[in-house]
Nanobody, 123 residues
Framework: QVQVVESGGGLVQAGGSLRLSCAASGSWFSIVIMGWYRQAPGKQRELVATIDSGGYTNYADSVKGRFTISRENAKNTVTLQMNSLKLDDTAVYYC?????????????????WGPGTQVTVSS
């Protein structure tokens, strides 16, 4: 019902910048929250940043002041601007969409994930 696709990953030197984009398509009643998560090798997936429909943002402490999340509701897109990248930012970044969709005769919330995009920060 909801398809999610990320783009913009790649290889960058420490201190550099990257911009990740995510687009949602399909059918839903509403998109509640859009966000980015990441998973480094050998580690659990962790929240990077989220933004709700009203524009309220939430960031992991490790990225505050360096990353900025934004969304364009009319285009169903969410963007993560990553500046001052560090080696520890190396991970696969996943876009998450929490949307309310019709299931049978009821509207229910669900989490939808993109396939992920690799971000590698080199020294």
């Amino acid at each position: 019902q909801v398809q999610v696709v990320e783009s913009g990953g790649g290889l960058v030197q420490a201190g550099g910048s990257l911009r990740l984009s995510c687009a949602a398509s399909g059918s839903w009643f509403s998109i509640v929250i859009m966000g980015w998560y990441r998973q480094a090798p050998g580690k659990q997936r962790e929240l990077v940043a989220t933004i709700d429909s009203g524009g309220y943002t939430n960031y992991a402490d490790s990225v505050k002041g360096r990353f900025t999340i934004s969304r364009e509701n009319a285009k169903n897109t969410v963007t993560l601007q990553m500046n001052s990248l560090k080696l520890d930012d190396t991970a696969v970044y996943y876009c998450n969409i929490r949307a309310v969709v019709m299931r049978g005769t009821e509207y229910r919330p669900g989490d939808y994930w993109g396939p992920g995009t690799q971000v590698t920060v080199s020294s």
